[in-house]
Nanobody, 117 residues
Framework: QEQLVESGGGVVQPGGSLRLSCSASGFSFGTSVMSWHRQAPGMGRQVVAWITRDGTTTEYRNSVKGRFTISRDNAKNAVYLQMRDLKSEDTAVYYC??????????WGQGTQVTVSS
């Protein structure tokens, strides 16, 4: 069964840090482009960061550049999102996505991140 499971979300104060993890199983992780997305209440889902199959190239949405870092470990079938200097506007449900070479996407169930004092 193809599956992505996110973890690491929680409640953090502004300026704090969190590290999200996404564990993959049931499909070819190493041949998938991986990305993190988020959806705040009442808003559409937006891409936060993505990383190529071999991990050599990453891209970020402007609002998180310099604060978030995406990485992957193909030996562990996992992708991570290190988040620093968190702001209230980062509050959202965070999802990881696997984009397979055949054009099919796999989504995780999401993990809640709340930034609040």
């Amino acid at each position: 069964q193809e599956q992505l499971v996110e973890s690491g979300g929680g409640v953090v104060q502004p300026g704090g840090s969190l590290r999200l993890s996404c564990s993959a199983s049931g499909f070819s992780f190493g041949t998938s482009v991986m990305s993190w997305h988020r959806q705040a209440p009442g808003m559409g889902r937006q891409v936060v960061a993505w990383i190529t199959r071999d991990g050599t190239t990453t891209e970020y949405r402007n609002s998180v550049k310099g604060r978030f870092t995406i990485s992957r470990d193909n030996a562990k079938n996992a992708v991570y999102l290190q988040m620093r200097d968190l702001k209230s506007e980062d509050t959202a449900v965070y999802y990881c996505k696997a984009s397979q070479s055949a054009g099919r996407d796999i989504w995780g169930q999401g993990t809640q991140v709340t930034v609040s004092s």
